[in-house]
Nanobody, 125 residues
Framework: QVELVESGGGSVQAGDGLRLSCAASGRTETIHAIGWFRQAPGKERAFVGAAEWSSDYILISTSVKGRFTISRDSTKNLVDLHMADLRVDDTAIYTC??????????????????WGRGTQVVVSS
C-alpha cells in the first residue's frame, strides 16, 4: 500500500498564500496520480487538483484555477499544492489521495484508494 503524509497547513489571513505538501511512501510504483481534495465541516469532499505521476499532466478544478497550482516530483515522491490569494471560504481540511488505476477519472473521490490524514487550513478576514 501507499502511505501519504500532508504538511504545510495553518492559520492565515485572507489574501495570503500557503504551500501544502503531500509525501508518499511505500509501494509508490503503483501510483498513477496523486490528487488534492478539501472538505469543510458539514460539506462534501471537493476536488481541488491532481498530478499524474509519470507525466506532466496536471488537472486543476475550475473553482480554484488561477489561484491554486500543483507541482510534482515523482523522484522525491512529492506533490505540492500552491495556494495564493486565499479566501475565507477556502477554509477546510485538505487531504491528498492516490489513484492506482490509469483508467479512472482524477476528479472523482471514490476512485482514490489511499488517503492521508489531512492538514487544516484556516483563513480569517
Amino acid at each position: 500500500q501507499v502511505e501519504l503524509v500532508e504538511s504545510g497547513g495553518g492559520s492565515v489571513q485572507a489574501g495570503d498564500g500557503l504551500r501544502l505538501s503531500c509525501a508518499a511512501s511505500g509501494r509508490t510504483e503503483t501510483i498513477h496520480a496523486i490528487g488534492w481534495f478539501r472538505q469543510a465541516p458539514g460539506k462534501e469532499r471537493a476536488f481541488v487538483g491532481a498530478a499524474e505521476w509519470s507525466s506532466d499532466y496536471i488537472l486543476i478544478s475550475t473553482s480554484v484555477k488561477g489561484r491554486f497550482t500543483i507541482s510534482r516530483d515523482s523522484t522525491k515522491n512529492l506533490v505540492d499544492l500552491h495556494m495564493a490569494d486565499l479566501r475565507v471560504d477556502d477554509t477546510a481540511i485538505y487531504t491528498c489521495g492516490v489513484v492506482t488505476n490509469r483508467y479512472m477519472a482524477l476528479g472523482t473521490a471514490s476512485n482514490y484508494v489511499y488517503w492521508g490524514r489531512g492538514t487544516q487550513v484556516v483563513v480569517s478576514s
